[in-house]
């Protein structure tokens, strides 16, 4: 069966270039958070997180390399919000931007993940959606193998 579309409804790497912007923004209304930020970008959040976002999709349909790839990401996902909660120097404001940005990547990329394990078998991902969770196909409510009738 051929691979099907897979649509991938969230840049990710919009995400994170839009956290980045606002945290970088948000640090800079104070010199000591604007000096700390500067530095904790260049040691710490210096993997390039967000070309790494970008170049993630390019890998479908080859599953066990979008896979490999994901499992980077949520690599340097762990290491930035450690290195951000570990900072208090930046403020209060910026580690929380930051780390909204990265709890909702972490869930996002998982989600297309999914999408696109589900599309590189053929299946049309919408459908599936609206029957059910990917582990449940078919487990909806009212169905008799799937929630409460």
């Known amino acids: 069966m051929a691979a099907g579309k897979w649509n ?3 840049n990710l790497q919009q995400m994170w270039k839009t956290a980045k912007t606002s945290a970088e923004a948000k640090a800079k209304t104070n010199k000591d958070w604007a000096s700390a930020f500067t530095k904790l970008q260049k040691e ?6 967000g070309d790494a976002l970008g170049k993630w999709p390019s890998s479908y ?3 066990a390399k979008l896979e490999a790839g994901m499992k980077k990401i949520q690599e340097k996902l762990n290491k930035y919000s450690t290195a951000i909660k570990s900072n208090a120097a930046i403020g209060a404001e910026v580690p929380k931007t930051m780390n909204r940005a990265i709890a909702d990547i972490k869930v996002k990329i998982e989600n297309q993940f999914d999408d696109a394990k589900l599309a590189a078998l053929g299946a049309d991902v919408d459908v599936v959606r609206k029957m059910g969770s990917p582990g449940m196909i078919g487990a909806g409510p009212g169905n008799k193998i ?3 009738k």
Do not use: A, F, Q, V
Request: proline share 13%; net charge neutral; charged share 40%.
């Open 146 to 148: 799937g929630g409460k």
């Open 61 to 63: 349909p080859d599953i």
């Open 44 to 49: 710490k959040l210096n993997e390039n997180l």
């Open 8 to 10: 991938r409804p969230d």
